[in-house]
């Protein structure tokens, strides 16, 4: 009788003590004293949303934490922010109130259902000359059409951004090629790790108020391809390769900022009929990529994109021109 007396008063005085403890910032968090909230925050781990969507490995390797307590405070943090699920209406009114960034081209923008989208990845691949990276550089311009203030994170990975282009298409729009090229954040990347770290850094660039909009990576798999040489590194790169894509969805996601990353292509020997270029990246890439894009050179110039994988548009295809200004699209 003592005993069931004991274990119901414990329940009540554990009851009581979750709803006084009201968790608003880290150190509130079960088990995080001072020193262990400082190591989170150092590693980037400075608000309960970050740790609400962080996997217990990730909270053990910069805390030192045992995997039971980082599975406590995750818990923890994703009961405070009420996680759960929202009806499908509320999707909609979220999705409704997202602003597109335009291509500058009514065909592109009309084929992509209004533009490039935010809290996803936008993959355009194609083989070289295709003009993967002029749209890169014009959406970087863009973006700031549509808003003064925003940042632009450009991750070059093929020694390809150049500030002449960004200032041909700034002036297209009528805009200070001076302040667009100001707000764009460049960073040349060395390596795969390299590049994976230059991603992590665009939280903290976020965290210091810079209000970014848009990362482009040129491109996503040229570092990847050329270091994972062979069948038997195919596993290492196609792993390391996962987790800088889900960096990146997991950005997009938590700001609601739009990511283009480009793609190379490989020719598939045993293609006898139709087009013989494939994708880098295989399943990893086209699993994590929202939006899939194949640009190619068309007649007399042109180029022709066609979305070939979209959670809800149809498959199409358009053409337009590059020119020196902007896009022109065919009719």
């Known amino acids: 009788m003592g005993r069931h007396k004991k274990e119901e008063n414990e329940e009540v005085e554990t009851k009581e003590e979750t709803q006084k403890t009201e968790i608003k910032e880290i150190g509130d968090l079960p088990g995080v004293g001072?020193?262990?909230?400082?190591?989170?925050?150092?590693?980037?781990?400075?608000?309960?949303?970050?740790?609400?969507?962080?996997?217990?490995?990730?909270?053990?390797?910069?805390?030192?934490?045992?995997?039971?307590?980082a599975r406590k405070i995750i818990k923890a943090s994703r009961d405070n922010l009420n996680m759960g699920f929202i009806s499908g209406n509320e999707v909609k009114i979220k999705r409704s109130n997202q602003n597109l960034i335009s291509f500058g081209s009514k065909n592109i923008d009309g084929m992509m259902g209004g533009g490039l989208h935010p809290g996803a990845i936008t993959e355009f691949y194609g083989s070289y000359g295709s003009g993967k990276t002029q749209l890169g550089h014009l959406l970087s311009v863009m973006v700031q059409?549509?808003?003064?203030?925003?940042?632009?994170?450009?991750?070059?990975?093929?020694?390809?951004?150049?500030?002449?282009?960004?200032?041909?298409?700034?002036?297209?729009?009528?805009?200070?090629?001076?302040?667009?090229?100001?707000?764009?954040?460049?960073?040349?990347?060395?390596?795969?790790?390299?590049?994976?770290?230059?991603?992590?850094?665009?939280?903290?660039?976020?965290?210091?108020?810079?209000?970014?909009?848009?990362?482009?990576?040129?491109?996503?798999?040229?570092?990847?391809?050329?270091?994972?040489?062979?069948?038997?590194?195919?596993?290492?790169?196609?792993?390391?390769l996962n987790k800088h894509m889900h960096k990146l969805s997991k950005l997009a996601d938590m700001y609601d900022l739009a990511v283009y990353v480009t793609n190379q292509v490989m020719a598939k020997p045993d293609a006898f009929f139709g087009d013989p270029n494939a994708p880098i990246g295989g399943n990893i890439v086209g699993h994590n990529s929202t939006y899939r894009v194949y640009i190619r050179h068309g007649k007399k110039g042109c180029r022709v994109a066609k979305l070939v994988d979209s959670p809800e548009l149809p498959d199409s295809e358009c053409a337009f021109f590059i020119k020196e200004e902007g896009l022109e699209d065919v009719e």
């Open 34 to 69: 001072p020193t262990t909230s400082q190591k989170l925050i150092d590693a980037g781990f400075d608000n309960l949303m970050s740790i609400a969507v962080s996997t217990p490995k990730e909270i053990v390797d910069v805390s030192g934490l045992t995997e039971v307590m």
């Open 145 to 240: 059409k549509q808003y003064p203030e925003a940042i632009v994170i450009y991750i070059d990975s093929e020694n390809t951004f150049r500030n002449e282009r960004i200032e041909h298409f700034a002036k297209g729009l009528k805009l200070d090629g001076e302040k667009v090229l100001e707000n764009i954040r460049v960073a040349k990347a060395f390596n795969t790790d390299h590049q994976m770290l230059l991603v992590d850094k665009v939280e903290e660039l976020i965290k210091q108020g810079l209000k970014v909009k848009l990362i482009v990576v040129d491109s996503l798999t040229a570092h990847f391809r050329a270091e994972y040489t062979g069948r038997g590194t195919l596993a290492d790169r196609q792993q390391k």
